[in-house]
């Protein structure tokens, strides 16, 4: 399950998949798991998983999609993003406002309809106003709705708003040769100013009250929500297993090597002749339009977006999903967000008996986020290749015999003693 493999000693190129068995017992696994859960769902099964949990899965797949990106661009690029999860909210924001826009849309429709008298245009676009901001105090369309009403322009934007954002920011940043911990800074800062931006009433997407009733798909009104999940689940799924075979054809080529040379040692791989800002700005960009399509996919399962969906810890938690999966690993990465995803959906759920200690109780819902801080500090210090390093065990994949010599000149580098942890 390594990153990939050159061209063959006899001159013969290897397939994809053989040069990436992990993507093919991936997309194996991924398949057979979505099948499992259509057939012991209440829409299409036995009725086995609630439609909740069903949810809650289709939302975990989205959480491994934007892990995937996270992992490409920290894990083999080596820039660490702390501003990832913006992009994923961004993309849920402008998914999110042609489902509020179309779903009042036929609440007006149907009130008007009563009246006796057909509404004018004027009046329906008034009407859908009024519903949607009157809770901020105001009964007019923002200027950014105006593409609100179409679904294919809304799509196109979920992707471009995001991208064109990251685009910019990495250019400034990156032509100004900004690495290492000051981007991680300027990323978390990015994130901060569009999150306190979105929580003001007049930036158009209503402030703290954010977005809502997301999971009432325009058109569908009759489609019970047992379905609904299922087929989220589906279109989930589905953008898992392409966006894993995208990024592993990504890194298995010269492109992937290039970005790891570049992790490893930026000053040599530009000194070679490699336009160094241009590879980083490019994975930069292209894991932020990864991260809106998951967004995309996830807020209309979770129903609602607010401002708080962007606070910086959100990117924080993203790279301690994929620490403690492993990252340089894609597999690693989707392991990482499963695995903490799940874990934090049962802990925060309230079902779990609090633990008598003595004069305290030990209450789950508390404590979930010191557990997961303390997960995070033992993986870093005891496996540094996380749960997905496991694997290379199972396979005896050793890493190269370097004398001890650093993976690069940061003093952060894996040394080869830590890379056999």
């Known amino acids: 399950m390594g990153d990939g493999a050159g061209p063959r000693s006899d001159g013969k190129s290897k397939s994809f998949f053989a040069q990436n068995p992990s ?10 798991f979505t099948l499992i859960v259509t057939l012991l769902s209440e829409a299409y ?6 439609t909740s949990f069903v949810k809650t899965l289709g939302k975990t797949l989205c959480l491994c999609l934007v892990a995937l990106a996270m992992d490409l661009i920290w894990g083999y690029a080596g820039i660490l993003s702390l501003g990832h999860m913006a992009f994923f909210a961004l993309g849920g924001y402008m998914i999110g406002m042609w489902l509020m826009y179309a779903r009042t849309e036929e609440i007006v429709v149907q009130a008007l309809a009563q009246g006796g008298l057909p509404a004018t245009p004027e009046e329906v676009s008034q009407g859908i106003a009024t519903q949607i901001f009157g809770v901020v105090g105001s009964s007019d369309l923002p200027a950014i709705w105006a593409f609100a009403h179409s679904l294919p322009l809304q799509l196109l934007l979920a992707l471009a708003v995001p991208g064109v954002l990251a685009l910019v920011f990495g250019w400034l940043a990156f032509r100004s040769r900004v690495t290492g911990v000051y981007l991680s800074i300027l990323t978390q800062a990015m994130t901060l100013a569009l999150a306190l931006y979105l929580f003001q009433n007049d930036s158009g997407l209503r402030g703290n009250n954010g977005l809502s009733g997301l999971q009432n798909l325009p058109g569908l009104g009759d489609a019970s929500q047992d ?9 989930s799924a589905l953008a898992l297993g392409l966006g894993y075979l995208a990024l592993a054809w990504v890194v298995s080529g010269k492109f992937g ?13 530009r000194f070679l002749g490699y336009a160094v800002e241009t590879y980083k700005l490019f994975v930069f960009t292209l894991t932020a339009v990864i991260a809106a399509l ?14 708080a969906e962007l606070a910086p ?4 938690y993203l790279a301690v999903w994929v620490a403690i999966g492993g990252r340089g690993r894609l597999y690693g990465a989707v392991i990482g967000a499963a695995f903490v995803s799940l874990l934090s959906s049962l802990f925060t759920s309230g079902r779990l008996p609090d633990i008598p200690l003595g004069p305290v109780a030990l209450n789950w819902v508390d404590w979930w986020l010191v557990i997961l801080g303390l997960a995070f500090v033992a993986v870093t210090l005891l496996a540094p290749k996380g749960i997905g390093g496991l694997f290379d065990r199972f396979q005896h994949i050793r ?23």
Request: aromatic share 10%; glycine share 8%.
């Open 23 to 32: 993507a093919l017992i991936f997309i194996a696994f991924l398949a057979a």
């Open 45 to 50: 099964g036995v009725g086995f998983l609630s």
């Open 227 to 235: 379905l609904v999940s299922v087929w989220f689940l589906w279109a």
């Open 257 to 269: 090597s290039v970005i790891r040379a570049i992790r490893d040692d930026e000053a040599r791989v």
């Open 294 to 307: 998951a967004g995309v996919l996830y807020y209309p399962q979770a129903g609602i977006i607010n401002p």
């Open 313 to 316: 810890i959100a990117s924080i």
């Open 399 to 421: 890493p190269p015999d370097r004398k001890g010599a650093a993976l690069g000149p940061n003093d952060g580098a894996l040394q080869e003693q830590e890379a056999r942890e």
